[in-house]
């Protein structure tokens, strides 16, 4: 079974506006990753929280984490249409040796 | 540098043929991955690697066979392929031994019939 789910499982935004998405997982966590995945090619880390961690910011990208709650959200800022991606949060619930990603969510910028 | 390159990008196969996907790697990363894509699946985990000599099970390695002779090259065996097996498969690697900040490669789309 997956350990995180991304909601919503697709976004439409107009360029310009915030994009925000979710994760939830299931069991605790060492640390979560978001990763970015342009249509037909591979996974692009965008960021990693971890868990004694509750938000974190890199470019227009900011992610939060509640563990107690078992969610994380990513909020991408001023979209562009270069955003137009899926995007998938990665756990390490199996232990630091195994990465359990979600279904992803596919976001779309419309120019 | 190259990054993580996996060859073939594309392949078919027949059902009950084998084939090993190449991966490899110019960054000196310890942890090497096999994941597969399926639709509405996410990425699920085949089999991983810490280092040269050391290889464990992920999520579904039935089927897979895996070896890791040097710290560069980490490839994956289908043994005898079944239309399950369809699918796209990504190698990934990372500095140390942990899954933190994976590089994938551009993947390799295979399709068994």
């Known amino acids: 079974s997956q350990q995180g789910e991304e909601d919503p499982q697709a976004l439409s935004i107009q360029e310009g506006e915030n994009a925000t998405m979710n994760c939830s997982y299931k069991t605790s966590i060492n640390n979560l990753q978001w990763y970015r995945q342009n249509s037909g090619r591979g996974l692009v880390h965008l960021i990693l929280?971890?868990?004694?961690?509750r938000e974190k910011h890199s470019g227009r990208l900011r992610v939060t984490l509640d563990t107690s709650k078992k969610s994380s959200s990513l909020l991408i800022t001023a979209s562009r249409a270069a955003d137009t991606a899926s995007y998938f949060c990665?756990?390490?619930?199996?232990?630091?040796?195994?990465?359990?990603f979600g279904t992803g969510t596919r976001l779309t910028i419309i120019p | 540098n190259a990054g993580v390159t996996q060859t073939p990008k594309f392949q078919v196969l027949k059902t009950g043929q084998s084939m090993t996907l190449q991966c490899a790697q110019d960054?000196?990363?310890?942890?090497m991955s096999w994941y597969r894509q399926d639709p509405g699946m996410g990425l699920r985990l085949i089999h991983y690697?810490?280092?040269?000599?050391?290889?464990d099970q992920g999520e579904v390695p039935n089927g897979y066979n895996v070896s890791r002779s040097t710290t560069e090259d980490f490839p994956l065996r289908l043994l005898s392929a079944a239309p399950s097996q369809t699918s796209v498969y990504f190698c990934?690697?990372?500095?140390?031994?942990?899954?933190?900040?994976?590089?994938f490669g551009s993947g390799t789309q295979l399709s068994v019939l």
């Open positions: 929280i971890r868990s004694n961690e």
């Open positions: 990934a690697s990372s500095y140390g031994q942990t899954n933190e900040k994976l590089f």
């Open positions: 960054m000196n990363h310890e942890y």
């Open positions: 690697s810490v280092g040269a000599g050391i290889t």
């Open positions: 990665a756990t390490d619930a199996g232990g630091n040796e195994k990465l359990t």
